[in-house]
């Protein structure tokens, strides 16, 4: 069992950065691909980033291109989304999630509890 716990949401004003970190526990996420979605109220919950496990293969939306770097450290169990020059359209609950390479949510295996992150205009 993997537990995702999830932290550095915020409120941000438009255009400043937030760096977000999703930290796993109980076992390793060896082997998982690693994604960031985030769902905006009466929304659905959206892959914006996704990272496969040797970090070799990655997918932006292109809501979040040139703006949202995704990383992790293994040896930390962690992952991190970096993201620049925010919009107020990025206000959502950002949830990480771990398991097989995809853009549907129920595949994922392993959820943290979600960070909010606002962004004021």
């Known amino acids: 069992q993997v537990k995702l716990v999830e932290s550095g949401g915020g409120l941000v004003q438009a255009g400043g950065s937030l760096t977000l970190s999703c930290a796993a526990s109980g076992r390793t996420f060896s082997g998982y691909a690693m994604a960031w979605f985030r769902q905006a109220p009466g929304k659905d919950r959206d892959l914006i980033v996704r990272?496969?496990?040797?970090?070799?293969?990655?997918y932006y939306a292109d809501s979040v291109k040139d703006r949202f770097t995704i990383s992790r450290d293994n040896a930390k169990n962690t992952m991190y989304l970096q993201m620049n020059s925010l919009k107020p359209e990025d206000t959502a609950v950002y949830y990480c999630?771990?398991?097989?390479?995809?853009?549907?949510?129920?595949?994922?295996?392993?959820w943290g509890q979600g960070t909010q992150v606002t962004v004021s205009s």
């Open positions: 990272l496969s496990w040797s970090s070799s293969n990655t």
């Open positions: 999630a771990a398991g097989e390479p995809s853009s549907y949510p129920q595949v994922y295996d392993y």
